[in-house]
C-alpha cells in the first residue's frame, strides 16, 4: 500500500486533465456520499446523471455479485443473452421498432452517431421517396455534414470535439474532423437555412442542452428539425446521452418536450448502467435506398465489421444495466422524477433569492441560473466562475451540485429521490445564498 495520501497519488501520477474538486470520496448508500474523514454528502450530482438509482441499491448489488461469479467478459465475437434482452428493453422503452448497438461512453455512443451518418451519405441514396433519383444522386456525390448546435456537447473524442458547438473544447487540437457544421439552438431560420446545403447528411442535437446550464429544445424547434429531416432526406440524431433514460421523467427526453418526434437515431450513456460504464445507439428501421439498388432497414447499414468495440454489452455491464432499469421500471421512479422535479423546482423558485435568476430544466434535469450580479454580491474572486464558487461553497456545507457553464449549477438527484432529500438540498442552498 501506498502511504502517500490520495492527492498527492493524484497529483504525482494521474494526468491532470481535471479541475478536479478537493473532495475525497470513498463511498455510497442511497443519495448519500462519505469521504475519507467520514463526512456526508447529499449527492445531488450522481456521477454527472449516471447513478440514476443511487449508490449500492441492494438489488443491483445482488443481482451484479452473482452474475461477476457467473461471467464477466466473453467479447462480441460471441452472442450473450444479457446483451440481447437489454437491446430488446431499450428498443421497448423508445417505442418504434430499431435495433441497438453497444459501447462504453456517451462520446463513443456519438462515434457511433456520426459512422451511422457516413455511411448512411456514403452508401445511401435517400430514405425511399423524399426525393428524385436525379437530385439524390447528384446530392450523394458528396453528402457527409452533419448539423450540430452551438452551445452544444458531444464529449472528448476528436470528433466529438468536432461535433460540439463550444470553442473551449476544440482549443489546441486542431485539425478537427471535417463534416460539422454549427447553427444556434432552438433557431429554425438557421436551421433550415444550413440544411439548404446538399452536402448536409444529417442534423445532430441534445433535446436537452446539458453542459450550459440546461436549456431545453422548443417543442417547434424539434418538429422543424423532423420536417426539414424528412423533406431533404437527411437523418435526425438526437444525443439523449444526459437528458435520456428517465432523467425528465420519460425513457425519452425529447417526449417530455415533444412526444409527436421521433429521431432515427439516439445516443445513451450516462444514467444507462446506473454507474457501470456504457453507451449505446439505437437506430430506426426506416428503408434506406442504397446506391447498388437495394433497400435495407437503416438499423441494417451498419453492417458485419463497420463498426464494433471490444467491451460493449459484456454480460456484466449488461446485467447491471438491465437491473437497474427494471428497478426504475418496477420502483415507480420516472413518475418519481417527473413528480420531484416539479416539486424541487418550486421549492427553489420559492426561496425568492436575488442570487437565482432563473430555475430551468424538466424532471430532475434542473438548472439554476445564478443572477448577473452573483460574483458582486457573493464576492466571488476576480476571474472565477460564479458556478463553481457556489459549488464549493455546497460542497461545505454537505451538498454535493454539478457546474453547467460558466453562471449555471446542475441538480441531478437519482431518480428515485425522496421528498426530504429534497428539502435538505433546498435548505442548504437556501442557508449557502443567506450567508453572502
Ligand atoms: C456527458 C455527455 C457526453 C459524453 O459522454 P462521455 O461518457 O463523457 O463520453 C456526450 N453528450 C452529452 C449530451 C453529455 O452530457
Redesign the pocket.
Known sequence: MSSATTRELFDRYVIPTYGRFDLRLTRGEGTYVWDEDDKRYLDFGAG?AVTSIGHCHPRVVATMREQIGTLVHVSNLYYNRPQGILAERLVRYVGAPGKVFFCN????A?EGLYKLARKFGNDGLTPAGTHTVGEVVEACQYRRTIVTMLQS????TLA?ISATGQEKVKHGFEPLVEGFVHVPYNDGPALLAAVQDPGVVAVLL?PIQ??RGIYPADAKFLQLARDLCDRHGLLLLF?E??CGLGRTGDWCGWKSINPDVMPDAISW??GIGGGFPL?AIWVGNRPVRLKTGKTIPLCDLLGPGSHGTTFGGTPLVSTGANEVLSVIEEEGMLANAKAMGSYARQALEALASPLIAEVRGIGLLIGIQLSDDFAKRANVPEGKYPSLFLVERLHEAGLLTVPSGASAVRWLPPLNVKRAEIDEAVEITRRVLASF
Do not use: L, Y
Open positions: 454527472i461512453s456517451g462520446a463513443e456519438n456537447f458531444h464529449g472528448r466529438g441534445e446539458g453542459e444525443d446521452v444526459q450513456a450516462k453507451g
